[in-house]
């Protein structure tokens, strides 16, 4: 089982080290101790930078001893997806074509966290690129559940969702392009909240126009750390929001009796829906009625064109940012994801900007749906399947079933977070998911604070 | 979406990089849903004095109304 001080909250561990009842030196080898046990048999992680974390950690414990005040994330371990690139640390996107890239700089939102006091431990599995399917070719074989170590963890974000909640490291980070995410949030027990498109700054990434980097973490109150640290204006992303950033954690205690939550019972009822999401997601719902939330049924149109919109755009921005590398170094791709990353070739320019109006029509519905009915949020299971293997049964995989509560949200780019709401019968957890107004994030968290505070999830360890 | 058959996409797909016949075959089967989407798309599309009105869309994950 994980030890003591790796099983505390994030901002627990931040308090004890900025109250200096541990030393972060203390808390970065504990975790280290626990990613040496944990990681053969998960593949949560592809690099360690065990130097790196120790080398940091004593910097903020020379700096408390010091007297200096230390940053909100102050010691907190944090593992990075390897497609967010890390300045001096390599950064593979599992991919043998980058197998050796050490970036010269950090992306913008890893910058933030550094500056916020956050210590980078090591970079986190994913489906190489972030796309298509795991695979044994990967550069890294795909990582397994925590949870059910017979079973593959829910991806892109896969080895952050295995790390965080393994406890290997207090927090991670991965991105969303379509739920991937809030999918393998939902998959570990976590929270996980793709934020407002343009909160979280892309720059030092891809053009990649509605994939958000999203924490993932154990409990609310994390998540609004996280969210604080790592969002921000930069002048330099066309993409970036100007707007003043709320202090998420300082305001996430609300009450939320009263608060009106909609219910679209027509789409989720004509979901594939397993038992054990239908089941985990009635549960949820019961939860936020007996916090005092008003349930509201209503008719939510378009998510399956939203969908289809989202998939075009991903597939046409893979393409353009693949293309070059794919005619050059077409056998270093693994077999899967180059032959998913083509299916952009075959879209044209009016396509393109076909899904990108589609999607401006949605994302205007729906925010009109929640102002014209006074909803803080809409409700809807995470995903209808309760294990990866079930999310890629052919047929359904090509057509993004199993991000069809998710990925309607990266078009529009409305706030949504997932939280865990149950487990299925192989033992793999199940989310529910919160998706709200645009720039509303806080109103997201506030909602899940005041649902972690009446649960015991993110007490739950994977017997490990 | 200008690629319509099979015979298309193959001939498009190995313009561009060397597919084997195992990789041809899996890609016809996922471009298959990328025309779908586009095609879904160019319906949706309306004349120059109308806009797009999602209220009249689906209301179920298969995209029936």
Known sequence: MSTSSSLLSLSEQVRLVQEGKISAVALVQTQLDEINRLNPQLNSFITVDADGALEQARSIDKARENGAKLGPLAGATIGVKDSIPTKGLRTTDNSRLLENWIPQEDASTVKRLREAGAIIIGKTNLNEFGWSRPSETDLMPPPWSPWNLNRMSVGSSSGSGAATTARMAAATIGTDGGGRARLPAGAHNLYGIKPTHGLVSRLGMDHNGHSEISPLCRTALDTALMLEAMAGYEPEDDMSWPGKIPAYATNIKADISGWRIGIPRTFVNSAPNEPEVVEAFESFLRKLESLGCELIEFDLRGMAEARSANFLVLNSEAYQRHQKSLQLHWNLYGPITRIYLLQGAFLSANDVLNASEVGRAFRNYFSEILTSLNLKAIATPTSPFATAERSRRPGEHSRGINACYTSPFNISGHPSISLPAGFGDTGIPVGSMLTGGLHDDLTLLQLAHAYDQTSNWNSLVPAI | ?65
């Open chain 2, 1 to 65: 979406m200008e690629y319509r058959t099979d015979e298309q996409v193959e001939a498009r797909a190995r313009q561009i990089v060397p597919l084997s016949n195992g990789d041809i075959d899996q890609l016809k089967e996922l471009i298959d849903g990328v025309r779908t989407a586009a095609d879904l798309m160019e319906s949706l599309i309306q004349p120059f004095d109308g806009e797009i009105d999602v209220s009249t869309m689906s209301r179920t994950v298969e995209g029936n109304r």
